[in-house]
């Protein structure tokens, strides 16, 4: 004979915790000092003026500008030489592929290769 185990409403064991934990915090809640709580209305004192607030702004823009190493001439033309290379690499593949995939869809339409400069 199987033994039935005893149904334990789960609600219950929840709802008992719940109220333990309840009661542990407002113990410890009333053992904290109240924290005062802040203004929401600020001072418009405690800002500089808008347009000082840009000039540092502005200033630390330029400040940064000057910690910068900025590459030389032959750098930037070697760099820009690379990305031409690299553009029309991809220039002629690309025109490759478009002109094999026109050409495949020529045949399937027409029957005849479809020719682009002419």
């Keep these: 004979m199987a033994k039935n185990k005893p149904k334990t409403d789960t609600s219950n064991e929840f709802e008992a915790m719940r109220k333990q934990e309840k009661s542990a915090a407002s113990v410890n809640s009333t ?5 005062a709580k802040k203004s929401s ?3 418009n004192s405690d800002k500089p003026n808008l347009f000082k607030r840009m000039l540092k702004g502005i200033k ?13 001439g032959k750098e930037v033309g070697s760099s820009t030489a690379v990305v ?5 690499l991809f ?3 690309l025109f490759v ?6 050409g495949i ?14």
């Design 31 to 35: 053992k904290e000092p109240k924290k």
């Design 84 to 88: 031409l290379v690299v553009v029309v």
């Design 41 to 43: 209305v600020k001072k």
């Design 60 to 72: 630390g823009v330029f400040s940064e500008l000057k910690k910068v190493t900025w590459p030389k």
């Design 91 to 93: 220039f002629v593949v």
């Design 97 to 102: 592929i478009d002109y094999v995939l026109g």
């Design 105 to 118: 869809m020529g045949l399937v339409t027409t029957g005849e290769w479809t020719k682009v400069f002419t």
